[in-house]
């Protein structure tokens, strides 16, 4: 008889593998909550939500989730703050991502809107702008040779992407396509004009 391969591991996004599915049958619903969370957690931080829908998909019931969540939260297991301001520091500086996409990244893995608006009210804007202009440095040396419409395409797309404000985003790229000597307005391409028409209906909501 072939012998059971090794027990998969957690996702990335906290998702449990299916085999770990049978994990935990006839024991005690906290118990069972309790292994879990603690199995979950050894890998990295995990939002409250993220650990809920966890214990959801397994079947633990919801009385035994709610306890087993409050406790961890009391004693500092699941704390959602923490969490918030980790990932912001981890995305922001590893993945050049702005206040706009971090805060939908956080939403999405159940953080509360508070927690979200401190997090990402703690990353200077200063640094924001730099890590923008240093992304389009980089870009802006991969284009070379293309047409310069195609270029601010690409360069604005790519800090939209990262969740850049529009007005952000062609001002920077003007900034550095005026450093490497290229004249966009020439082109017809106005990326002052484009930074103020956007201005008023680009919001950058937490």
């Given at each position: 008889m072939a012998r059971p391969g090794p027990r998969a591991g957690p996702d990335p996004d906290g998702r449990a593998r299916p085999d770990e599915a049978d994990d935990g049958r006839g024991m005690d619903p906290e118990e069972q909550a309790r292994q879990l969370c603690l199995r979950l957690l050894t890998g990295r931080p995990r939002t409250r939500?993220?650990?809920?829908?966890?214990?959801?998909?397994?079947?633990?019931?919801?009385?035994?989730?709610?306890?087993?969540?409050a406790r961890f939260t009391e004693v500092g297991l699941i704390d959602d703050a923490a969490f918030a301001r980790a990932w912001v520091e981890s995305r922001h500086h590893g993945r050049g991502l702005a206040r706009r996409a971090l805060s939908a990244e956080l939403?999405?893995?159940?953080?509360?809107?508070?927690?979200?608006?401190?997090?990402?009210?703690?990353?200077?804007?200063?640094?924001?702008?730099?890590?923008?202009?240093?992304?389009?440095?980089?870009?802006?040396?991969?284009?070379?040779?293309?047409?310069?419409?195609?270029?601010?395409?690409?360069?604005?797309?790519?800090?939209?992407?990262?969740?850049?404000?529009?007005p952000v985003a062609y001002r920077v790229v003007r900034e550095a396509l005026d450093q490497e000597g290229a004249d966009p307005v020439a082109a017809g391409i106005d990326l002052d004009d484009m930074a103020l028409t956007t201005a008023d209906a680009d919001t950058d909501p937490a």
């Open positions: 939500a993220q650990l809920a829908e966890a214990m959801h998909r397994h079947g633990v019931p919801d009385d035994a989730a709610a306890t087993v969540l939403k999405q893995r159940g953080v509360d809107g508070e927690e979200i608006i401190a997090a990402v009210s703690a990353l200077d804007p200063a640094d924001e702008i730099e890590t923008a202009r240093r992304l389009v440095a980089k870009g802006l040396a991969a284009s070379r040779g293309k047409p310069l419409p195609t270029r601010v395409r690409r360069l604005v797309g790519l800090l939209a992407r990262k969740g850049y404000p529009a």
